[in-house]
């Protein structure tokens, strides 16, 4: 009897957890907003495009560009706009270096030997470098 009332309980659980509705999002674009976007190999020409927010729940989650478009009736694909700030102007520092090819991430400080960060994905770690042979421990 009690196997039996336990193989119904089972199946009446399984059953309510099967049944629940998924989470309704809210999903909006803000308002267009006229932005320069640099371009060229030396970032040295301006282009003026158009961006606007995506916000999920009322929380600003991405920029994006130009109109949605559907896919289905519940999903739609957008446009990301990325934007990547290497100084602000205001910052009295240097901006720091990047290179593509192997992915890395350069700062100089002044007084100081510069910092080289590799960049794998979503991570970083400092790149291991043979020392000059005056500057090895002994």
């Known amino acids: 009897m009690k196997a039996l009332l336990g193989i119904v309980f089972f199946f009446f659980a399984i059953s309510a957890l099967a049944s629940a509705a998924p ?11 006229p ?9 040295d020409k301006a282009q003026d495009i158009k961006v606007r927010a995506l916000y999920v729940d009322s929380k600003l989650r991405e920029f994006t560009l ?22 602000l102007p205001d910052d009295p520092k240097a ?9 890395r991430v350069t ?10 960060f590799e960049i794998h994905g979503s991570s970083a770690e ?3 470098t043979d020392e000059p042979a005056d500057t090895q421990e002994k």
Do not use: C
């Open 95 to 103: 901006a720091p270096k990047w290179q593509r090819q192997p992915a």
């Open 107 to 116: 700062f100089e400080p002044i007084g100081t030997a510069p910092l080289s």
């Open 126 to 128: 400092v790149p291991v």
């Open 66 to 87: 130009g109109d949605p478009h559907d896919v289905t009736d519940h999903v739609f694909v957008v446009r990301r706009a990325y934007r990547v700030n290497d100084a």
């Open 23 to 33: 989470r309704q999002h809210t999903i909006t674009f803000g308002a267009w907003m």
């Open 35 to 43: 932005v320069k976007w640099f371009v060229g190999p030396a970032e």
